[in-house]
């Protein structure tokens, strides 16, 4: 017992301030939001993948869920919209208790182990009352990742629709988004949009866990750009 | 004929034999001292699928390789399955890709459900419309007490989908039977072609907890087949990168243990630091898994001083945390009492499964690929091969916990003697109609790629294996004779990828 003691002792608390404070820098060399001056025609956060032997030079902002599909579409007329707040009704009912079921759904399990992060007592995802659930039931919104595999789909859908009204759909990851890297196989889909109405678009190759907590956040109004 | 890892030979001088010879040579060579480490079909020049074998002889760190021609007409060979258990997946896996039917194969379903690849008539009649886990038969266990329980593809946490089927006596699992094949993105031919900027990213998406393994695989198949010979720094950087990656998804593996064990504390702490190390990768490569990291011809990012001193620093802190917090899982009487005596593999079953990596290390099975088959940085760096005895849970956290130090000495002894020079050396185009084959040893063990290059410059067949391929049937193994409640400890335990056996 007093080994447990010392040891949570010595751990002390590693929870950080975020979204009250300013997040933890992220290195030099973290690929975050494309920087588009400079840059001829626009480029899709949904398509990218975020590589360094790409055209795109990457900032470090970590900022980049977005609302619609069409907003992760970044050019040089347009400011980059985040994550809009849900609507008043939704808010009311999701604002201080969100209850998400996951589905990966051929995903490559970076996507997975990054959500699971989230977890961990430095994001400590559960003092925003966001919490993973076993069942589609007790859920009130879907984390789907991966480019939804043919073999995948029903499974999915089935969650989906196990899933009271009225429900939230977040897609995580690249792959999610648009097929990904594996867009050009037969066994893949082109987005979850394509399937079922997504509420939230979180990219990246996987995204960061901060890029996943500010889209949460921004959808549940507790950070306002 | 001989082969090396990360050695090639031309597609003229593999050895073809008679079907009842490769079927002979397999059998005798596996029943000796050598382990079946691939076995995987390929069209031949005149449209009949040449099956090619590769042999492990783990003492003399040699493969052999041997090939066999199946007629299109007659599309089909006498298993070995029921002869080398080792064969199991593979000649499934050959009968879904090339509708080749293995006869006398003993349990002969579908393994990802897609067509074939030669469009000739599937084995199974339209196996690609029906919903996994499908109209075929589970192995079922009959009685009036016995019951069976269904799991999945959803699971309960945040995990990959995979179907489970128990056949239970009370809490007593008789047997479970895994079907994936959920996550089936067909990796494999998108692989194929010429654009070798697009495949190396795939390679890295294969299983993404394992993106530094399976891309150096890749970048060394190429290098291989293009005469490339990379720096030795680059080699130093990629086997860092491989390290950093053990001890992050081992640490993560030890957290894991102790929650399905009921012991929090430990499982909140590992959480934590499994993500230190991550953010060291971040660091080195500006991605969390460390994609971005290989490339054929060597790697992106560089080390220098600065970065080696300071992750030194970093990594003697953390290898203090480690050991405070291991000690605390490893001295709880309750943890042990939930690791000891479930879930074992005798050494003699793991043989016959053929089990690789930390599972087969920890049914004392010296394979260890950084060893037998050394290659790039390991040939100079000589790290001792972590054992277990009782091929239980405790065995397999233990050779974690154990392979978790080594890592660390490991890194602290090479990051401050860096090699100098550059990190890069470009790769030029591939010898055609030539095999390649590079071993790596991934966190869950030997990760095996294979390409056979076309006249294009391209890549006519690539063969992925993950160390999954082979171990998924050691956990259904280890299952019999447990009780049902102890199935999540002794998955977490082998902690398998889904992502890379459905590729």
């Given amino acids: 017992m007093l080994k447990i003691l010392k040891t949570r002792f010595k751990q002390g608390c590693r929870t950080i301030l975020f979204p009250k404070a300013k997040a933890p820098d992220l290195p030099q060399r973290y690929r975050g939001r494309p920087i588009i001056a400079g840059q001829n025609g626009s480029i899709d956060l949904g398509k990218i993948f975020f590589n360094p032997d790409s055209d795109i030079v990457y900032s470090n902002d970590y900022s980049m869920a977005t609302s619609k599909r069409e907003d992760l579409v970044l050019s040089q007329e347009r400011e980059m919209a985040l994550a809009r707040a849900l609507n008043e009704r939704m808010l009311k009912i999701f604002g201080r208790s969100l209850k998400l079921r996951q589905v990966s759904a051929g995903g490559c399990n970076a996507c997975e182990l990054d959500l699971n992060v989230l977890n961990t007592p430095v994001f400590d995802l559960s003092r925003f009352g966001i919490q993973f659930v076993a069942s589609p039931r007790h859920a009130d919104g879907i984390v789907v990742t991966g480019p939804v595999s043919r073999n995948m789909r029903e499974a999915l859908l089935k969650t989906y629709e196990a899933i009271p009204e009225p429900k939230l759909v977040i897609a995580l990851g690249g792959c999610a988004i648009s097929g990904g890297i594996f867009s050009d196989s037969p066994q893949a889909s082109h987005g979850l949009d394509t399937i079922i109405p997504v509420d939230l678009f979180i990219p990246g190759c996987p995204p960061h866990p901060l890029t996943t907590l500010d889209g949460l956040l921004r959808l549940l109004g507790r950070i306002s750009s | ?503």
């Fill in chain 2, 1 to 503: 004929m001989e082969l090396f890892n990360g050695g090639q030979i031309s597609l003229s001088n593999i050895p073809v034999l008679t079907q009842q010879g490769f079927r002979a040579r397999i059998l005798d060579r596996c029943h000796e001292d050598a382990r079946l480490v691939n076995l995987f079909g390929h069209l031949g020049t005149s449209g009949q699928v040449r099956l090619s074998a590769i042999l492990g002889l783990d003492e003399e760190a040699g493969l052999e390789i041997l090939s066999t021609f199946i007629s299109s007409e007659a599309a089909q060979y006498e298993s070995l399955t029921k002869d080398l258990l080792q064969a199991h997946l593979f000649e499934r896996e050959i009968a879904e890709q090339w509708a080749i039917q293995p006869l006398g194969h003993p349990w002969l379903k579908p393994l990802r459900y897609h067509c074939n690849y030669r469009s000739a008539t599937d084995i199974w009649k339209n196996i690609a419309n029906k919903t996994i886990p499908g109209e075929y038969p589970f192995y079922a266990v009959g009685g009036e007490e016995v019951h069976e329980v269904g799991v999945g593809p959803v699971h309960a946490g945040i995990i990959e989908p995979g179907h489970f089927r128990f056949q239970c006596h009370g809490e007593e699992i008789l047997h479970l039977e895994i079907q994936l094949g959920y996550q089936h993105k067909g990796i494999e031919p998108l692989m194929q072609g010429q654009d070798l900027k697009r495949s190396v990213l795939l390679s890295e998406s294969i299983a993404g907890d394992t993106a530094i393994g399976h891309s150096t695989a890749f970048c060394e198949v190429v290098e291989s087949l293009s005469g490339c010979i990379i720096s030795p720094k680059a080699q130093a950087i990629r086997a860092i990168a491989l390290e950093l990656e053990r001890l992050a998804n081992h640490i993560g593996d030890l957290g894991a243990l102790g929650m399905d064990a009921g012991f929090l504390p430990t499982s909140a702490y590992f959480g934590r630091m499994r993500g230190d190390y991550l953010n060291l990768l971040l660091a080195l490569t500006g991605n969390r898994f460390g994609k971005g990291l290989c490339r054929p011809g060597g790697v992106l990012f560089d080390i220098d001083a600065n970065m080696a001193g300071e992750f030194c620093l970093k990594l003697k802190k953390y290898k203090e945390e480690f050991q405070d917090v291991s000690d605390l899982l490893f001295s709880r009487p309750s943890v042990l009492a939930r690791f000891e005596g479930v879930g074992v593999i005798t050494p003699e079953d793991a043989q016959k499964i053929g089990l690789v990596g930390l599972a087969g290390r920890a049914s004392q099975l010296e394979c260890d690929v950084r060893i037998n088959y050394s290659s790039g940085m390991w040939q100079f760096h000589h790290v001792p091969i972590s054992l277990g005895a009782t091929g239980d849970v405790y065995a397999r956290a233990l050779v974690r916990r154990q392979e978790i130090l080594r890592s660390l000495e490991f890194l602290l002894k090479v990051l401050p003697s860096l090699p100098a020079g550059e990190i890069f050396t470009p790769a030029g185009p591939m010898k055609p109609d030539t095999l390649a084959v590079s071993l790596v040893e991934g966190w869950r063990g030997e990760i095996m790629h294979v390409g056979i290059s076309d006249a294009q410059g391209g890549f006519a067949r690539y063969k992925i294996k993950d160390p999954s391929f082979h171990n998924w049937f050691g956990l259904a193994y280890a299952m019999r004779g447990q009780e049902i409640s102890d199935f999540p400890l002794c998955n977490k335990s082998f902690n398998l990828s889904y992502s890379g056996h459905d590729l």
